[in-house]
């Protein structure tokens, strides 16, 4: 049986996505699934992977992009249990979801409660555990306090806004002004980052209690500036660098570990879901299921802009690094 994928034989630009046909599917070993892909984001993570400037991978072409993914168990491998040929189950592949069919190994696999859109569903794996394990498990913010979001119109961005909601957060978000009407609905303060001074609004209100940026470089210090005392900056990307607009991670390493020796009474931590998840995988289950569960109750909905289709892949990254996005784009699989 064939099959589609999107691959790239080397690293580069958007034109370098290339659907290709497969003329078998492939096997699962002991331990793996075979899962169809229903839905993969399409995000800004991909973008760096596909050019080869994700921090720390060391993957190299051909690979196919795709850092998660929602689909059905296809078929099981020997040795496999609690699983069902059939079932709903999502993963963070960091690459490799943007194709019909895929092998997982089954321990990394999470279920995905039935009846939830699959499109939605995976907007919780990447972007949704990103901003709820910022909040709980890395700033670890109480109800009523105030945050600054940057990239507040992004797909991490609102993600936070709608987690902040929850707790009752006092948020403000830095976006573009088309941005501006999505940022508000979902119950943040806008700021015109190209033309208003973030770091002189939030020294006026006292500081906030987090801030989430990732942008990195220049961004980074007059993040931590506006935080109060007590405060916690999470970095937790390079977007300037990886659009060629300056910064340098390693430079941003050592600012971080330069602020958190100095006695200024506010402190930095990274934030890379791959590497929490190693340290703790059951946090990733935990907390994606907690999600899930809120997706189905009705008390988040991912705003998506765009649903394309898996042969529409280069169409997402052109529009995701022209941050033309309100919100995420989800590749649609099959379905």
């Known amino acids: 049986m064939n099959y589609k994928k999107v691959i790239i034989h080397e690293f580069g630009g958007p034109k370098v996505l290339q659907v290709i046909e497969e003329s078998t599917l492939p096997e699962p070993g002991t331990g793996e699934a075979r899962i169809k892909v229903l839905a993969a984001s399409a995000t800004f993570t991909d973008t760096m992977v596909r050019k080869g400037i994700y921090y720390g991978f060391k993957e190299t072409p051909p690979l196919s992009p795709g850092y998660d993914m929602v689909g059905v168990v296809d078929k099981l491998g020997q040795g496999v249990t609690g699983l069902e040929v059939g079932q709903m189950v999502a993963d963070l592949t960091v690459f490799g979801a943007y194709t019909e069919y895929m092998l997982r190994p089954v321990d990394t696999l999470v279920p995905v409660p039935a009846g939830l859109d ?104 007059r993040s931590f500036k506006s935080l109060k005392k007590g405060g916690t900056l999470v970095p937790y990307g390079f977007y300037n660098q990886a659009m060629g607009k300056g910064g340098n991670v390693a430079l941003d390493y050592m600012s971080i570990a330069v602020w958190n020796i100095l006695p200024n009474g506010r402190q930095a931590s990274f934030y890379s879901i791959g590497d929490l998840r190693k340290k703790n995988p ?54």
Do not use: C
Not at 307 to 325: G, S
């Open 282 to 335: 059951a946090w990733f289950k935990e907390d994606l299921g907690l999600l899930f569960g809120l997706l189905k109750e009705g008390k988040i909905k991912p705003s998506i802009e765009k649903r394309l289709k898996l042969e529409d892949a280069a169409q997402a990254h052109e529009l995701i690094e022209q941050a033309a996005v309100k919100g995420r784009i989800v590749l649609i699989v099959n379905g």
């Open 118 to 221: 699959p499109a939605e569903a995976v907007s919780m794996v990447l972007s949704y555990v990103t901003a709820y394990q910022m909040l709980h498990r890395v700033a670890k913010i109480q109800s009523g306090q105030k945050i600054l979001v940057h990239g507040a119109g992004g797909a991490v961005g609102t993600a936070t806004l709608q987690l902040g909601a929850l707790l009752n957060l006092e948020v403000y978000g830095t976006a573009s002004k088309p941005k501006h009407e999505l940022v508000q609905s979902l119950g943040a303060t806008p700021i015109d980052y190209k033309n208003e001074d973030f770091l002189a609004r939030m020294q006026a209100i006292g500081g906030v209690d987090a801030a989430f940026d990732p942008i990195g470089g220049e961004n980074l210090k």
